[in-house]
């Protein structure tokens, strides 16, 4: 087997894991929770990673809440425009990451009000 047929290997193997943890993820808690807006799934040969975008940081918090996470919030660098503050929380569930995650966008009207919050 050539090295690149066994890197296809490795990430034949990670993303059935990948998938395994994500249906796992959804299937016990995505009938009690919000809907998630997306679910993204990322496998290589050296990092395997599953995304759970909520629509809301208040449908972020019921996720994290679920799944016995902190939520972290973070600001994105403002510009002339306003600036996105972001909601995530990353865990490991069998040697896959995962990570609970939304946005909401400030526009510069709003971001003195976003600020002092």
Do not use: C
Not at 80 to 104: K, Q
């Amino acid at each position: 087997m050539t090295k690149v047929e066994q890197a296809l290997a490795r990430t034949d193997e990670a993303a059935a894991r990948l998938r395994a943890v994500a249906t796992r993820l959804v299937t016990e808690h995505g009938g009690t929770l919000p809907q998630l807006l997306a679910v993204r799934l990322e496998a290589s040969t050296n990092r395997t990673f599953v995304g759970l975008q909520a629509h809301t940081e208040a449908e972020s918090r019921q996720w994290a809440q679920a799944l016995g996470v902190t939520l972290e919030t973070s600001d994105s660098t403002p510009d002339e425009h306003g600036f996105y503050r972001h909601f995530s929380a990353e865990f490991s569930v069998d040697d896959v990451m995962v990570r609970i995650s939304s946005a909401e966008w400030f526009p510069a009207a709003r971001a003195a009000e976003a600020v002092s919050a």
